[in-house]
């Protein structure tokens, strides 16, 4: 691995000498470079002269994997200058290719370099790092790249990260979470300095689907710290969970004014991700607990209070208005489902309060489907009009008796079980 000044001067004589050489013709083009088109001539540059882009937004959650994997530092990535930290980047990189298949490996064997790398003018690599590790891996050593001016600066570099990942030949794509925590960076980070309205604009998203992903990663955030492990964004049981966030983050704006109903919501949801149901999709689990979620939290309030009595019947009596009140105040915070030890007793509560409740709704639309149906045939009835101009008359009043006798029939069998009662 070469010094960062040994990079700086090979990169800089290669350009010079690629600009003054006629015969080159190639270039690249980057479409939107501070408001205008940037042409830049393609060159090859040595790969030991070239390093991994650390603070890479596509592999965050790989280089917290590989931490934890390795038992290092939560710091360890801090250095890019690093031998090790280049190495360890360029072992994730591997393993992301690896991961794509041999399809990959033989079609980069095959057609070689295709898309140029673009690099900035101290040799870390843009665009191009899976591509780059995975030509040295298959012993090219040369790489075509394009050298970004040298006042480029991280907001250049973000903008362009993100218009590149929106491009259609931008084929690997993020993890979802790694999606989100980019965007995040573009508001945080104050080296970029961009405001929601330009970052939206820049990732050609509405400002309010912009916000909706910012709120998902806060939501996250609130899983993680939950489950006492937080920042910990590559969390196996998070990976599959996109449109679960994607839906808790609608169905938390009708708490919005209601902490502890927020609370319990999320609470809940995280019991449900944290200790799948062992019957049925999550998803489907998560989206029944939303339609009915008062109606399952008071039956896990009943079910929950009996369970207690159960274990308190042997201990000495206490107060009862003391007693009443811890019994609220426990209720209302949702004790069982703070704790993430408890999710697998939380969750299998939940799943059976929300099969209930199913149970209870599908009772209820059945009974009510005579009723539904016999007001529903009453309004058409009384809707009708008939004149000198009505077309078969015989055969509406042939229908109309029918209608009487059933009606009677109907009626009789009401009363039948009216005096039953």
């Known amino acids: 691995m070469k010094s960062r000044e040994e990079r700086i001067e090979h990169i800089r004589k290669v350009f010079k000498v690629a600009n003054e050489d006629q015969s080159l013709t190639n270039y690249y083009t980057i479409k939107q470079w501070r408001g205008k088109s940037l042409y830049r001539k393609i060159i090859q540059i040595d790969s030991e002269f070239l390093m991994f882009r650390i603070e890479n937004s596509r592999t965050e959650i790989q280089q917290l994997t590989y931490i934890r994997k390795n038992a290092l530092p939560i710091n360890f990535f801090n250095d890019p200058e690093a031998l090790l930290v280049q190495e360890a980047q360029e072992n994730i990189l591997i393993e992301m290719v690896r991961n794509k298949g041999k399809d990959f490996i033989d079609d980069l064997k095959l057609r070689k370099q295709e898309d140029s790398c673009i690099i900035t003018y101290d040799g870390y690599l843009v665009n191009g790092n899976r591509r780059t590790a995975a030509l040295k891996f298959l012993g090219e050593r040369y790489i075509d790249c394009i050298v970004l001016p040298e006042d480029t600066t991280p907001k250049d570099i973000y903008f362009l990260e993100q218009q590149l990942q929106i491009t259609e030949d931008f084929r690997e794509p993020y993890h979802w979470i790694n999606e989100l925590k980019n965007i995040r960076k573009g508001i945080d980070d104050t080296r970029l300095g961009f405001t929601e309205e330009e970052l939206a604009t820049n990732l050609r998203l509405d400002l309010k689907d912009l916000r909706v992903k910012l709120r998902m990663l806060d939501l996250i955030d609130a899983f993680l710290i939950w489950k006492k492990i937080p920042g910990q964004y590559d969390y196996p049981k998070l990976d599959d969970t996109k449109e679960i966030f994607q839906q808790l983050e609608k169905a938390v704006k009708k708490y919005k004014n209601n902490t502890l109903k927020r609370k319990a919501l999320q609470n809940k949801v995280f019991s449900l991700i944290e200790c799948r149901p062992q019957n049925g999709r999550l998803y489907n689990q998560v989206m029944e607990l939303f339609r009915s979620f008062e109606l399952v939290n008071k039956k896990l309030k009943v079910e929950i209070k ?101 009606s009677k029939k109907l009626l009789d069998e009401a009363n039948t079980f009216e005096n039953q009662e």
């Open 306 to 406: 009996k369970s207690d009595e159960i274990k308190t019947e042997n201990e000495e009596p206490k107060n009862d208005l003391v007693d009443d009140l811890i019994e609220d105040i426990a209720n209302e915070s949702d004790e069982l489902f703070d704790n993430p030890e408890n999710a697998q007793e939380a969750s299998g509560k939940l799943v059976e309060a929300i099969a209930d409740v199913q149970a209870e709704n599908k009772e209820k639309r059945d009974t009510e489907a005579v009723y539904n149906s016999v007001s529903a045939a009453l309004r058409e009835l009384q809707g009708l009009i008939i004149d000198n101009e009505t077309a078969k008359l015989d055969s509406i009043k042939t229908k109309l008796d029918q209608i009487i006798n059933v």
